[in-house]
């Protein structure tokens, strides 16, 4: 089932839908594979601000999960999900089409927006989910982003490590950047309820529930 357009919340919102798949043929196996190639968006034609920092800002990337039920062994298992969507806010971040092809929109207001306005929906998000302080792994859009979320959600500065780790190696992939995140996370052993969230084009943020149990094997 192909899905295209959702941008960096594609990750997130993709493991959704596979989740939702995999729920309705217990038993089966589902492959969610997200891949993003940015640089195909280079435009030769002009030199916007704007086109220069999403040239050095994003890169390619490829994640896939394979998803099925009824296993206890599972290193994650996946609970609630939900999509928050900020009216009148198409000019924060996505994309225009022209005949020569994308065009970025990308506005300096972006770390200011989720810095005011992120808390709300993850919160309640958090609340409708019935998490106990669950762990957040984020997309890292950009260093100014990263600091935008750990002050919209009252973070300790440097909080989120595994993002600015895949950011410094990788650059911001859009929709698999949070799955090389979870997978940091896992390695290091996560445990308990955590949050998956990406930020996308809409304006829209993105969340999914997630639980590592205790004993389970990844790797």
């Not at 899905?3 to 493991?15: D, E, P, Q, T, Y």
């Not at 993003?36 to 990337?61: M, Q, Y």
């Amino acid at each position: 089932m192909p899905v295209f357009g959702l941008g960096c919340a594609g990750g997130v919102s993709g493991i959704s839908i596979g989740a939702r798949l995999a729920r309705a043929e217990p038993g089966e196996v589902v492959l969610v594979v997200v891949v993003e190639l940015c640089t195909l968006a280079f435009r030769s034609d002009r030199g916007a601000k704007a086109d220069v920092i999403s040239s050095a800002l994003f890169g390619d990337g490829a994640a896939a999960v394979v998803l099925r039920t009824e296993r206890d062994e599972a290193p994650l298992r996946i609970g609630a999900a939900a999509e928050h969507t900020w009216p009148g806010t198409l000019d924060i971040m996505g994309w225009t089409i022209d005949p020569a092809g994308f065009g970025v929109v990308l506005s300096r207001s972006l770390p200011r927006f989720v810095e005011q306005r992120l808390a709300a929906p993850t919160r309640r998000f958090v609340k409708e989910a019935q998490l106990q302080a669950p762990q957040l792994i984020c997309h890292p859009g950009g260093a100014k982003v990263l600091d935008a979320v750990e002050a919209a959600l009252e973070l300790q500065t440097g909080t989120l490590r595994d993002e600015r780790e895949v950011l410094r190696g990788h650059g911001n992939m859009s929709a698999p950047s949070v799955l090389f995140v979870l997978d940091r996370a896992l390695k290091r052993g996560l445990r308990g309820s955590a949050v998956l969230t990406a930020l996308g084009p809409g304006f829209t943020a993105s969340f999914l529930a997630l639980e590592a149990p205790q004993g389970s094997a990844y790797g």
